[in-house]
């Protein structure tokens, strides 16, 4: 059975100096790797969670889904089919089926056009003039909770919120079977921020959404992700079930980030914090597991040999030596598998 | 608006106070007409404690701390209230006088560090410009000043880098740096406005174990400002409630987040996601909007999104009600308790 | 719902940003300066579009009886060494100085909108490319490349607007290829590109109108200039043949024969000042008016 989303081995870099001035400065490979050897299936009608800290790549690996990044290596296939070629118009037919909302959800909308010509350009660009727009700006309008007087209004004009709202608008316009969102509820205060959860919730109810969720907001993970994905440093660290994964962390890096999170609760705080350091530059990989400059436990090996991925239960995988949890007890709490290993 | 009677000035706690905000009121004038940002507001930084101020957007805290150091924008117009540091009102005090506090009795941490930082100038450079009032000190004592502080803020290899720009640095690494330039002066007061939020969450748990370090070893006290209850938690001592432009409840962190006695308060920590046991695909929410504030409407500011409103709130504004020592809160359910 | 509820440090009218055309006029109004520059800016062209009706006399009309008059109630502003009335001449001048400011800042505009966004978007090598012809044509005095056109196409009005607009054009491209450089990694571009908009339709429809603001400011800027340097030209004798009355052409006949009369380099001086300066103020208050951060602060 094919998945929704397929992703093999993907590799996505990005050149740091043209070629000439690397040849002057002796820098045998100019690169950046933004995203290594990921793969993952995402099952129609679930939701994924891709979580990491600012160079873990997540954004990167979502732009190169859509297409808006190329990549090096490796596959995507989206329905059944891949893009071929690199360019704009390779993706074309692809992307009909697949929408993006972006992390600022006030910039990511065109200044100087309304509303209305905002969620309404999709079908201006593929060529589907024929609707009547007026009818269509209403109705998305209306699937994402804002009065219809809204269609007049420019960007600035509009609350975090209510920008938030006119993105899901847009993405919906062409009945996308895949939305990705990144950081969906970055800016929007903790009050509201269940508003556009909820309303992307109910959304995949009505008609039958795909998610892929592009946070670092863990909190949120944990209630409207199914699955989910760490990332560090372009790489996938755990991949599982999200109740398995909160119940049982099994990678160190894991339970460092759940061990981060700070607990609206007086009486239970940290004396000492778990992680320290920073995410090594890209340009300059630790060796062995990458991890190991800031895991508490690392051993020799860990500086030596780079972990490869492996089972460690239904659904669940891991790059580490020394996974926290023994694989019996990485079992989903849940006995629901919305993807295969 | 009908006058808020108040029982007791807006203490916190009746010792020492380094700060105190007593019945701020500033609007701002827009063509729209003046817009009430803050409306006779009160708080209180005790001596050696870290407070934390809990705003949303719209609810004013940018003024509030604008307030405090006296950089409001242009159209700010002041009402009325007071700002006492250590006694003194710093919104009539004279600008060298001002010049004279700024940097050295109270600093600013700002939440892109970039604010602070010249990023034409190695830090060294800024960090030995800043000591300036130190007439007495060479420039090699001012490095070696700056060095240290450096290497408290967790800074490695201080000395060398201090001859680095701002750009060679990360982003924690330059608030570190921002925590260590506002520090070296060492002040009374140290405001930190939202300065881990471009930050990532294991580098946000660093900084905030740095500051509870620095905050006692240098005594210095925090104002904290934040929409995060859990970073609030983690680090202050008291907690302010702001909403839209007033003070609905305020207290010890325990009290507040143990015992909250506004409706506005409640609904914070129930939707925060972390604080939920079970997981749920329908998560609470504060229904509505912030509401308009020029002029803001009649009785309780928050009656139209709170989940307990009654026809008193929609009509009376309520008076501030001490719920228990310290702790009080701006609500007739809550007066209708004690 | 009205404004957003964070927006409570309130920010600068918005609705003449978005190009609302009688706000802008408006706005105009309530400043002097800028109501002195709209009112010197329209005389010059109401005067340039009707000079055939407005001019007493025919300004070619040789009377030299008459020459070196002063001015009187028949002749305002005097007459010149061959009796021509130069309130006449002044008036058909205007004309000339009204096609060569529109028509050069249109041209070099369009021009410069066009290859800089060309070369903002457009391929690396395109880039390069272009930048290097920008800056060989911008290296060149004007004056050189005016006397080369003149020798090989002889002198007329077409080619003093051309040679104009083609050394103004670089600096506008250059311009329109930053704000397109910076524009192309917004949020809002790659959302279009998501959405599978193609490159036209994102450099029209989306980063041009986010990015013409600062050039219709630099424009209207460079009005009063390109009329500036017309006359400069037609001084030098480069510019538009006799006996077409351009100011600059005034002021060199003025020059010629100031000895018998001051009032011809009067009648050339005069609405090159009162022209140049409309136009400088008008531009100030645009400026102001669409770009706020540029005003001065108090």
């Known amino acids: 059975m094919s998945a929704l989303l397929e992703v093999e081995n993907l590799r996505v870099r990005f050149r740091t100096m043209g070629p000439v001035r690397a040849k002057l400065a002796g820098v045998a490979d100019p690169f950046l790797d933004a995203v290594l050897d990921v793969s993952f299936r995402l099952e129609a009608g679930t939701t994924f969670g891709l979580v990491g800290e600012s160079g873990s790549g997540k954004s990167t690996l979502g732009r190169a889904i859509m297409g808006l990044v190329p990549i090096h290596s490796g596959r995507i296939r989206f329905m059944g089919m891949e893009p071929k070629g690199r360019s704009d118009r390779a993706f074309a037919g692809y992307r009909r089926n697949m929408a993006m909302m972006f992390q600022d959800p006030v910039a990511s909308l065109s200044p100087r056009l309304t509303v209305k010509s905002l969620i309404t350009e999709p079908f201006v660009i593929h060529g589907l003039r024929g609707r009547n727009l007026d009818a269509e700006a209403r109705r998305l309008l209306d699937l994402v909770g804002l009065p219809s007087h809204f269609a007049g209004r420019y960007p600035h004009q509009l609350s975090g919120g209510q920008a938030r709202r006119v993105g899901v608008a847009r993405a919906l316009a062409l009945e996308p079977k895949l939305i990705i969102a990144d950081e969906p509820t970055a800016g929007l205060d903790v009050s509201v921020q269940g508003e556009i959860l909820n309303l992307m919730v109910r959304l995949q109810r009505e008609l039958g959404l795909t998610y892929l969720i592009i946070t670092h907001n863990l909190a949120i993970v944990r209630h409207i992700c199914d699955a989910m994905a760490i990332m560090y440093m372009g790489r996938f660290v755990e991949r599982g079930p999200t109740s398995a994964v909160f119940a049982h962390p099994a990678h160190p890096y894991t339970h460092g980030l759940l061990a981060a999170q700070p607990h609206p609760d007086p009486d239970r705080r940290r004396e000492t914090v778990e992680l320290t350091g920073e995410v090594p530059s890209l340009a300059r990989r630790p060796s062995g597991c990458e991890f190991h400059t800031r895991c508490p436990w690392a051993q020799d090996r860990c500086r030596a040999e780079r972990p490869q991925p492996q089972s460690i239960g239904p659904g669940r995988e891991l790059r580490c030596h020394f996974p926290l949890v023994a694989p019996a007890a990485a079992a989903p709490a849940t006995d629901r598998m919305p993807f295969q290993a | 608006m009908a006058a808020i009677a108040q029982t007791a000035p807006e203490r916190i706690a009746a010792t020492d106070a380094v700060l105190e905000v007593r019945d701020l009121s500033i609007d701002f004038l827009t063509p729209r007409g003046p817009v009430q940002a803050l409306r006779r507001v009160g708080l209180t930084v005790p001596r050696h404690s870290t407070v934390g101020v809990v705003g949303e957007s719209g609810s004013g805290k940018t003024t509030l701390i604008s307030a405090a150091i006296r950089l409001l924008p242009d159209n700010a117009e002041i009402r009325g209230g007071e700002v006492l540091f250590e006694g003194q009102d710093i919104l009539r005090m004279s600008p060298r006088q001002l010049r004279d506090l700024r940097g050295r009795r109270i600093s600013m941490v700002f939440q892109d560090p970039m604010t602070a930082l010249n990023p034409v100038l190695s830090i060294g450079t800024q960090m030995v410009d800043i000591q300036y009032r130190d007439k007495g000190l060479s420039t090699a004592a001012k490095r070696d000043r700056a060095a240290e502080m450096l290497r408290r803020v967790g800074i490695p290899d201080p000395r060398q880098r201090l001859d680095n720009y701002p750009h060679e640095f990360s982003g924690g690494m330059r608030q570190r740096i921002a925590i260590a330039m506002a520090l070296l002066g060492n002040p009374e007061l140290l405001i930190a406005d939202e300065p881990t939020t471009a930050l990532d969450v294991t580098m946000e748990a660093q900084i905030i174990h740095l500051l509870r370090e620095l905050q006692k070893d240098y005594k210095s006290s925090i104002l904290f400002i934040s929409h995060n209850l859990g970073l609030i938690a983690e680090l202050c001592d008291y907690v302010v409630i702001l909403y839209a432009g007033t003070v609905v409840e305020q207290g010890s962190v325990r009290d507040v987040f143990h015992r909250p006695s506004h409706p506005y308060t409640e609904a914070l920590l129930v939707c925060d996601p972390a604080l939920l046991q079970e997981t749920t695909r329908e998560l609470p929410t504060i229904p509505g909007e912030v509401p308009d504030l020029a002029p803001p409407p009649p009785g309780c500011i928050f009656a139209a999104r709170c989940p307990k409103v009654f026809d008193r709130c929609r009509v009376e504004d309520p008076a501030a009600t001490w719920v228990a020592e310290g702790h009080m809160a701006r609500c007739h359910l809550a007066a209708g308790r004690t | ?298």
């Open chain 3, 1 to 298: 719902m009205s404004a957003p509820a964070s927006d409570l440090v309130p920010t600068p009218d918005r609705r003449a940003e978005l190009g609302g055309g009688p706000g802008v006029i408006r706005q105009i109004a309530r400043d002097p300066m800028g109501l002195l520059g709209l009112t010197l800016a329209l005389l010059l062209v109401i005067t340039g579009l009707f000079a055939d009706w407005l001019t007493p006399y025919d300004p070619l009309k040789i009377d030299v009886i008459n020459r070196f008059a002063g001015p009187s109630l028949a002749h305002p502003l005097g007459t010149d060494n061959l009796g021509r009335d130069l309130l006449s001449r002044v008036i058909a001048g205007s004309r000339i100085a009204l096609i060569v400011a529109f028509c050069t800042t249109f041209l070099a505009m369009v021009g410069g909108l066009v290859l800089g966004l060309m070369a903002g978007y457009g391929p690396r090598w395109l880039d390069n490319g272009l930048i290097l012809l920008f800056d060989a044509v911008y290296s060149f005095p004007y004056i050189m490349l005016a006397l080369a056109v003149i020798t090989l196409f002889g002198s007329s009005l077409t080619m003093v607007v051309l040679v104009i607009a083609i050394t103004t054009l670089p600096a506008y491209a250059r311009l329109v290829r930053t704000s397109t450089l910076s524009v192309k990694n917004s949020e809002f571009v790659l959302a279009e590109r998501s959405l599978g908009a193609g490159p036209v339709r994102i450099l029209f429809r989306h980063i041009m109108p986010n990015i013409i603001g600062p050039l219709l400011i630099i424009v209207s800027m460079d009005i009063p200039v390109v009329i500036t340097v017309e006359a400069g030209l037609s001084f030098l004798g480069l510019g538009v043949p006799p006996p077409a009355p351009s100011w600059g052409r005034i002021l060199n006949e003025g020059y010629s024969f100031i000895r018998q009369t001051p009032w011809v380099v009067v009648a050339g001086g005069l609405p090159l000042i009162l022209a140049t300066l409309g136009f400088t103020f008008l531009g100030e208050a645009l400026r102001d008016i669409f770009d706020p951060k540029l005003r001065k602060r108090g």
